[in-house]
């Protein structure tokens, strides 16, 4: 995470398993959200909960450039306006039927969301790519011990091992769970992306084991 004077950014997903039309569910500070990505590749985040019966948009529909509510069909612009009410096809809904949104970001193959609108561009991380991303149930002091390291400021930790080198962009999702981003060096082959996997998950299973210790903080 990526302090700054008006807020931060936090990385909730990798480009790659978002493709055009889909929808997933993802987790910042304030809560849940549904991240999707409209037919033309445009790119939204808007607030986990349709305002008609309250069912999860992250189980819903993209059709075209909106998101639709599985329960009701009720369909929302990237903007968070709801556009259209199946069961009332002539109404044009109120501008105060909406969802929140918030301001998302691609940068080097990751997907940020800003918390508390920061001013500047999300981090860009010069000569790695997105591998994979780790759902750890373990606090991020107990990755960083389990590392042997400390992560920067924006989150990102650099882990060694005898077969290489891996970095763990961290993101805590409460006090005994991490949404752990692998990166590795830019331009690797498939062998060495399948060594960089087994560290993160040799990194995963040794964190598990320190925070079932009660170890970390």
Known sequence: MLPDLAGFWTPVALSADL????????QIPAGKIA????RSGRLSASADRCPHRGMSLSHGFVRGEAL??????????????CLRIPAH????????????????????GIVWIAVGGPAGAPPHFAGL??????????AAA?????????????GLLRVSSQGGVVHCLLT??????TLVHILTDDGIGPAQKI??????????????AVQMKGIAA
């Open 68 to 81: 639709s509510c599985i329960y009701h069909g009720w369909s929302y612009s990237q903007a968070g306006h």
């Open 129 to 138: 790519a997105p591998l994979r991303t780790l759902t750890v149930e373990a």
């Open 19 to 26: 493709p055009a039309g889909t929808v997933m569910p993802a």
């Open 195 to 208: 060594t960089a996997s087994r560290i993160a998950e040799g990194l995963r299973r040794a964190a598990e």
């Open 172 to 177: 805590s999702h409460g006090e005994a769970q």
């Open 142 to 154: 107990a990755i960083e011990m389990a590392a042997g390291g400390r992560a920067d400021a924006v």
């Open 89 to 108: 096809p002539g109404l044009a809904p109120p501008e105060t039927i909406r969802v929140e949104t918030h301001r998302v970001e691609e940068a080097g």
């Open 35 to 38: 991240l999707w990505r409209s």
